[in-house]
């Protein structure tokens, strides 16, 4: 069990910032989002910003946070509009979705707290640079050759998990499970349709970095690698 600190410019619960915190078995206090709980922060194991409404704001409390040089991870909480503003220089340790499942919340303060304990936050290894394309994990982006694309959540989601073991091949239900958690009950159609969608937004000459296998799935395609055609 972990001691969260919520911070946040609302009167609401952390349950309604966070459904999903709901189902988990965590302490939460709940404080103001102002620099003035740098006073006197309490203990705590993590400390989660509601960055759902005033983003302006939010990212000058991320920065002052993050420049008091606190030893625990910081983690916003954004809305999948919020995605395409939040950058990494903002000071956050990860960002998580407001509608994010129980599963992938546990998963990433799980993480980020294991991450500051062991002293690895070195913002470089939350990048994936391969065959021109750069994955920012911590500021939630994507480029390609230097041109942002513009995902949604799922489709960043899914780009990052095949760009993050390229030529390994994965079923449909592989990545259902992946990305979209076992809690999921849609069927291997959304796969497909979001596969779609990204060969789009990668442009004809760079779509066969995602490769099908034909009766098999789906890999990520290094530009080395160019034997596994799209379909």
């Known amino acids: 069990m972990a001691q969260l600190l919520l911070l946040t410019q609302t009167a609401q619960s952390s349950v309604e910032i966070l459904p999903a915190l709901a189902l988990l078995h965590h302490q939460i206090k709940i404080l103001p989002a102002s620099g003035e709980v740098l006073v006197d922060t309490p203990s705590c194991d993590a400390l989660i910003v509601d960055g759902r409404q005033e983003l302006a704001q939010v ?8 420049s008091t040089g606190t030893s625990v991870p910081i983690i916003l909480v954004v809305t999948e509009g919020g995605l395409t503003v939040v950058g990494a220089d903002w000071g956050f340790d990860d960002v998580l979705l407001h509608t ?7 998963a990433r303060l799980r993480l980020s707290i294991a991450r500051r304990a062991l002293g690895t936050d070195d913002p470089a290894e939350a990048l994936i640079a391969t065959s021109g394309l750069v ?11 230097d041109r942002t694309l513009d995902l949604t959540y799922k489709e960043f989601e899914l780009l990052k998990f095949l760009a993050q073991h390229p030529g390994r091949v994965f079923t449909r239900q592989q990545l259902l499970h992946e990305v979209w958690g076992y809690d999921y009950f849609g069927g291997t159609r959304t796969v497909d349709v979001h596969v779609r969608r990204l060969r789009a937004k990668l442009g004809i000459e760079q779509e066969n970095l ?8 789906y890999r990520f395609v290094t530009s080395e690698d160019k034997t596994v055609v799209t379909v």
């Open 59 to 66: 990212r000058s409390l991320t920065r002052l946070l993050e």
């Open 210 to 217: 995602i490769g099908t296998v034909r009766n098999v799935g």
């Open 100 to 106: 994010a499942d129980p599963t992938e919340v546990e």
């Open 135 to 145: 994955i920012d994990d911590a500021g939630y982006t994507a480029k390609l050759h």
